[in-house]
C-alpha cells in the first residue's frame, strides 16, 4: 500500500460504514484516476434494476479498471460515490460491498445523493483515486 489511512481520536468510527476519514500520498507516488464505474455490463448496458446488484457490479468494473493499470483495490486512496435518491437505507449494501474490498482499511469516501446519473436507470457510481509508488 502506497499510503497512510488515518483515523484520528476524537472522530468517530467510520469503518462500519465504509470508509476511513483520512489518507496521506507520499511524494512522487504515481496517481490513477478511475471515472465512475457503473453497474454495466461490457456492452454499457446496465445489468440490474435492484440497487444492491447495480454497487456490486460498479465494483466489479471498478476492480477491472484499476487491473488495467496493473493496480488491485488496495491501491484505491479515496473513493466519490454518488446515489441516486439517496436515503439510509443504501448505506448497507454500499458499506457490505467496501468491506468485502477492503476489510478493514476501506478507503475514504465521500457519498453524494443526486437525482440522476448520466444513463437512465443508473443507481449508483463509484470513482477513485489510487496510488502507485
Known sequence: MAHALVNPDGLHDPV??????????????????????????PDGAVVSGDFAGQVRQAFRNLGLALAAHGLGLGHVVQLRTYVVDHDVSRLGPIAEAVREGWGTQPPVNTLLGVTSLAVPGVLFEVEALAART
Request: charged fraction near 5%; aromatic fraction near 12%.
Open 16 to 41: 462500519p460504514f465504509g470508509y476511513s476519514h483520512t489518507a496521506a500520498v507520499p511524494a512522487g507516488t504515481e496517481l490513477v484516476l478511475i471515472a465512475g464505474q457503473y453497474g454495466s455490463g
